[in-house]
């Protein structure tokens, strides 16, 4: 997202409490950065009212910082800033982001704003974390800024954010645009999320679906909690330490589920015991963060952070060992993964009080969005089976989320064909027959239609297979299939039960005669392929010798409606199983059509 803001900072800096804007205009949508140094005065809260600090003059505090070096994080202090203004600046307003961990605006004596409940004692504050904007009025001239400011409960202290300066309906857009757009990156990456579990629902042997689904959830709650933190301009009083543990537990938790993607993907790779070592360290992270006390383990930011670094390194080490299999996933998850590196680096070094003054924001959520979506598009191809072009993210997220939902919905089509197929044969499987016959029993009891059922058996197939081998026993039921498929009409169905079972289910048949006629016709076709001997040698490489009653045959028992005490075609199966028993007793090689007879015998 672009918003048309310009955001000044740099060459303006405070210089010992005083930052001098007289030169600079107040107009359009030009915001400015309070940053640089300001007058810290350590362990007091001066009166808004007194002109002149007392006592004596404050310390040199450089904004965005903290006073950790001042003073322990733990405590309280005063920030002041005088401001130099032109005379003529028009309505202005301040964005006053959140400062850890709660504070009091004074503007000239008067206090015009506040987060959570600052306090120069532990019992009488209150924490709490939201950006807000805070209307000045036409404060032309010098105007004194002075901010109380407290921290009890996270390990810094301090204004960690620079406020922002500027006319009051630019700052207003400034804000509300960057609320708007870090909940549309949440919310694009949550239902990025929400898709790819969706897809692992369907297939449930694609675990990395869930790994990366659960983890583009994670990244889309973490987004709404860093930052301008939108959450807490939609809910302004969400509890404070819960939204401190959610922001850590986003990265220990998101780490061992996108850790866990990458050991799916590279599997063949990836060392089992250094997958084990990442996430049970990032797992005890957690619990540690859930169980201590938001002082203890914020002050251990660094141990989360050089794990996701040691993690984001093995990566690389899994892409120089994949390289020559997995090219192009590789080409474009480095870009993704690089960026990432980097952001985190940026991140830790801030956290530490350094790099403090950029003239940009660094959130590591944007880094892990980027990654999101570019693992995403990768399992996108993979399940797809198509050959997609990669596009550069663009301006517009609800766009990017409308054309992935198109090409998932193609996904999940191939993945259902692929569901009720025989992969050997290329007919349908038993989950289609199950499906077919429910059909079937439904038009059946609507209809009265004809049916007529054949199930067929491969004569001392286990034999072949037991001798030559499951690869020998496979190649005969390839060709066999391919046999019958050309055999069967259209409108027909046929099925692989499992093994070298077949069944047919044949529709729109008045009598049991065209059955018959259609299981001569196979036995005849079949008789006829005498060349799998000539393949099972080529396949195999050496002569084969089969005894002549273990020879290959087909054995096929028929049944249909037309006979009496059909009332479903459930029982059709059944009846047909039990012909082709007799068929097999009678010497194989034949068919044998369901009598009563069959049904006392059974």
């Known amino acids: 997202m672009i918003f048309f803001f310009r955001i000044s900072g740099k060459g303006i800096a405070a210089s010992e409490g005083v930052i001098n804007l007289q030169s600079h205009t107040f107009e359009g949508k030009k915001i400015y950065k309070l940053g640089g140094d300001w007058l810290l005065y350590p362990s007091r809260f001066l ?97 004194n800024i002075l901010i109380h400011v407290s921290n009890f409960d996270y390990a810094k202290g301090g204004m960690w954010t620079a406020p922002l300066l500027g006319p009051q309906k630019a700052v207003t857009g400034y804000f509300r645009n960057r609320i708007f757009t870090e909940t549309l990156i949440a919310g694009g990456v949550m239902l990025v999320g929400i898709i790819l579990l969706t897809l692992f629902i369907v297939r449930r042997e694609f675990l990395s679906y869930a790994n990366l689904g659960i983890f583009c959830l994670i990244m889309g709650i973490r987004t709404l909690i860093v930052g301008e933190i939108p959450l807490t301009f939609f809910y302004p ?17 998101g780490f061992i589920f996108i850790n866990a993607y990458f050991y799916n993907i590279y599997s063949r790779f990836y060392k089992r015991g250094i997958f084990a070592v990442l996430n049970s360290l990032a797992g005890l992270f957690s619990i540690f963060i859930l169980l201590a006390p938001v002082y203890i383990f914020t002050g251990q930011v660094l141990v989360v952070q050089l794990i996701m670094v040691a993690g984001i390194i093995n990566v690389f080490y899994l892409f120089a060992k994949s390289s020559h299999e997995m090219k192009e996933e590789n080409t474009i998850l480095i870009a993704g993964i690089t960026l990432l590196l980097l952001m985190v680096i940026l991140d830790i070094l801030i956290s530490h ?27 996108i191809r993979q399940a797809a089976r198509i050959t997609m072009q990669l596009q550069r993210l663009t301006n517009n997220l609800e766009e990017l989320v409308r054309k992935r939902t198109g090409e998932l919905e193609t996904a999940n089509l191939k993945l259902s064909e692929q569901a009720v197929t025989d992969l050997l044969t290329g007919v349908s499987n038993r989950h289609k027959f199950a499906n077919v016959m429910k059909t079937e029993e439904a038009r059946f009891k609507r209809t009265g239609s004809h049916y007529a059922a054949l199930y067929l058996d491969l004569d001392n197939f286990k034999y072949i297979n037991d001798t030559f081998g499951h690869p020998a026993g496979d190649l005969i039921l390839k060709h066999f299939g391919q046999i019958l498929k050309a055999i069967v009409r259209e409108s027909d169905y046929l099925f692989r039960l499992g093994g070298d079972e077949f069944f047919i289910l044949m529709t729109g048949i008045p009598t049991i005669e065209e059955g018959i006629t ?64 007799r068929a097999k007793a009678e010497g194989k090689n034949r068919y044998a059509v369901y009598t009563e007879e069959d049904e006392e015998d059974a």
């Open 353 to 379: 009080n350094k790099l403090m003054f950029l003239p940009f924001k660094i959130n590591t959520s944007y880094g892990l969005i980027i990654l999101i979506l570019s693992n995403s598009f990768i399992l």
């Open 518 to 581: 259609l299981a001569a016709r196979i036995l005849e076709e079949t008789a006829k392929w005498m060349g799998f001997r000539e393949e099972l040698e080529e396949f195999l490489g050496y002569p084969v010798n089969i005894p002549k009653r273990k020879s290959l045959s087909l054995s096929i028992g028929i049944s249909s409606t037309g006979t009496p005490g059909i009332d479903s075609l459930h029982t059709l199966p059944s009846r047909a199983d039990k012909a082709l028993l």
């Open 47 to 143: 009166d808004p009212e007194t002109e002149t600090p007392f006592p004596g003059p404050g310390l040199i505090q450089e904004v965005p910082g903290t006073w950790d070096d001042r003073s322990d994080p733990r405590g309280f202090a005063t920030y002041r800033l005088k401001v130099q203004l032109p005379d003529e600046c028009g309505p202005l307003a301040l964005l006053m982001p959140s400062l850890s961990t709660a504070y009091s605006l004074y503007i000239d004596g008067v206090q015009l704003g506040s987060n959570g409940k600052a306090s120069t004692t532990r019992s009488g504050a209150v924490s709490q974390y939201k950006y807000e904007v805070i209307p000045l009025g036409k404060n032309c001239g010098e105007t």
């Open 237 to 253: 009083d969400f509890n404070w330490s819960l939204m401190i543990r959610l922001e850590y537990l986003s990265m220990s938790v």
